[in-house]
């Protein structure tokens, strides 16, 4: 369960999530060790108390969940969410830029806001897998490697598909040993976690954390 638990982001970012759901989230997060929480940028400071001096690392988004910003706005989020403790941020790419063939302003939506982080932060790149061909996955994947992305990640979890085993096979082959891969969108079990990770994901994306932690144990 140790090590499962190790590769979960876990995850609240329903637009009504309260206080109090919050703290649960974090309670939840800090019983089971797992790697990160992730909340609304609004829940960020609240989150990054609750889980003051366990080791645990508040991420949160930028761009989410359309990825329609414009590049200042990605920015100034990404500075906003550092400013309130957040460790990780997970930041959607133009999806109309890739339509547009548009890889140059793409590399530079990405790479303007890794100038931002400047190294306080992990950066996550969401694809919106569902929404892309495989030649756009591919082109994407690399324009986030090209601009300095620490991960690569499928899914807001929020479109119309999520993680497939297909897509992280395809994505960690684009990308190499170099970069992360995050599986996010519809993982609620055990089982489709272990094939994600077997498929090369190094870290999960899900709102089922526990559920998923609880299964850890009966399988030993």
């Known amino acids: 369960m140790d ?13 009504e999530a309260s206080a109090r759901e919050i703290k649960k989230l974090c ?3 800090v019983r ?6 992730f909340v609304n940028q609004c829940r960020a400071a609240q989150a990054c108390e609750e889980l003051k001096n366990t080791g645990i690392v508040v991420g949160t988004v930028v761009g989410f969940p359309l990825g329609a910003s414009l590049t200042k706005v990605k920015c100034f989020e990404a500075e906003s969410a550092i400013n309130a403790g957040a460790g990780e941020i997970d930041m959607v ?8 063939n548009n890889y ?13 982080i400047s190294g306080r932060a992990v950066l996550k790149v969401i694809l919106e897998t569902c929404l892309l061909t495989e030649e756009e996955k591919i082109k994407a994947c ?9 991960f690569v990640k499928t899914s807001t979890g929020l479109s ?8 992280i096979i395809l994505m960690r082959k684009t990308v190499g040993d170099q970069m992360g891969v995050k599986a996010a969108g519809g993982i609620r079990d ?3 976690a272990i094939a994600m990770i077997k498929a090369g994901a190094s870290r999960i994306g899900t709102s089922s954390g526990v559920a998923i932690a609880e299964e850890a144990l009966l399988h030993g």
Not at 142 to 147: E, G, L, P, V
Not at 160 to 167: C, I, K, R
Request: proline fraction near 0%; aromatic fraction near 10%.
């Open 190 to 192: 055990y089982k489709k």
């Open 93 to 100: 790419i133009n999806i109309g830029a890739i339509k547009d």
């Open 27 to 29: 309670d939840e997060a």
């Open 142 to 150: 690399i324009a986030c490697k090209d601009a300095g992305a620490d």
């Open 160 to 167: 119309s598909g999520g993680a497939t085993v297909e897509d």
């Open 32 to 37: 089971y060790r797992f790697k990160t929480v």
């Open 3 to 15: 090590n499962i638990c190790s590769f979960i982001d876990y995850t609240l970012l329903k637009q």
């Open 104 to 116: 140059e302003y793409v590399k530079n939506d990405i790479h303007q806001v890794v100038q931002t």
